[in-house]
């Protein structure tokens, strides 16, 4: 479950910058619908889980992008749930051209990278999504 | 009856010779066949070898992690197998090795942003994960993107540790030569 608030974009050069700020709340515990799989997710063989913001969207020049906005790292025994409010992107959000301008239809999903003691490395989507739909205009101030 | 005459053997030094030559006869024999055997188990590890590049579509399906710029999900020493096929979309969050023109070492970096036309050509960005910046500092001179063809393959499994050996053998060659040459008698000596 997130909350998401955006705000401007600005032209650098040629290519659209996006600022977004969010707020995550998520249980990742609590991420699998079935209850009894509760303590499943940070089981003996789970050493960490990169856990990852992205946005995702469409524009005229490419049919599929895919920024990273924010990350961090969660260890075993680090507390599994979040609350995160106002958080700035850790990573400059620019698109590869002008795509963000008035594209209402940027997706931001939260998702992680299991990483085991031993064997294999799942990629798991969390559940929930949220839409940020970009202005048409750009903001000339930069107050971020 | 008659009796087996065996002529006598001319004293103890031409006793010892003909007691060698039988010796040396046999083992030549069995040196081959040791040899032949050496040579069977090299065949099967490099079939296997082989046999993982075509199921994995890379052409490096295991490789060992050599920096400290994906702690801590990976040290030195660890082991990664991937896999390399072309249907397997690349997308944020993987972790890729790739491999920088003109450089031979491939890098273990995850992937930060990808922009994909429609037509399947996809360029992005890497960073790892315990680096400050991303990996455009480490491009060629003028890349700011990496693509399909600098892939090696996708992280899909990890073992921890088990490379070391692979380092310490680069790092210090009378290690390798000692390893193999151990790895030779061993081979040599033991009888199946």
């Known amino acids: ?144 | 009856a008659g009796r087996a005459v065996v002529p006598p053997r001319s004293g103890p030094a031409m006793l010892s010779l003909d007691f060698l030559d039988d010796v040396r006869r046999m083992n030549k024999r069995q040196l081959y066949y040791q040899v032949l055997n050496f040579g069977m188990i090299v065949s099967s590890a490099l079939m296997i070898w082989k046999g993982l590049m075509v199921v994995t579509g890379s052409e490096s399906p295991i490789v060992v992690v050599l920096s400290g710029s994906m702690e801590p999900a990976f040290h030195r020493g660890d082991l990664l197998f991937l896999t390399n096929r072309i249907e397997d979309p690349i997308r944020v969050g993987e972790i890729v090795v790739f491999r920088i023109e003109g450089r031979e070492i491939p890098i273990v970096h995850r992937v930060l942003k990808i922009h994909e036309k429609q037509n399947g050509d996809i360029k992005f960005l890497t960073k790892g994960d315990n680096n400050a910046v991303d990996d455009r500092g480490l491009y060629k001179r003028g890349q700011h993107w990496l693509e399909k063809k600098d892939v090696v393959g996708r992280a899909r499994g990890f073992v921890p540790y088990i490379g070391i050996v692979t380092i310490l053998m680069n790092d210090y060659p009378k290690f390798k030569y000692a390893v193999l040459f151990l790895l030779g008698l061993f081979v040599l000596v033991h009888r199946e």
Do not use: C
């Open chain 1, 1 to 144: 479950l997130r909350k998401n608030v955006e705000d401007f974009t600005g032209p650098r050069e040629r290519s659209d910058l996006g600022f977004v700020t969010f707020d995550i709340t998520a249980d990742i515990l609590n991420n699998k619908k079935i209850l009894t799989s509760i303590f499943s997710i940070f089981d003996w063989n789970v050493k960490q889980l990169f856990l990852y913001l992205s946005a995702e969207y469409s524009t005229k020049n490419n049919a599929l992008n895919q920024v990273v906005l924010w990350d961090k790292i969660m260890l075993r025994g680090d507390n599994p749930r979040l609350f995160l409010k106002d958080m700035k992107s850790k990573y400059f959000f620019f698109d590869d051209g002008n795509g963000l301008k008035g594209n209402r239809n940027v997706t931001l999903t939260l998702s992680w990278n299991v990483v085991p003691n031993a064997g294999i490395l799942p990629l798991v989507t969390g559940s929930g999504h949220v839409s940020v739909p970009f202005p048409d205009t750009y903001e000339t101030t930069k107050s971020y």
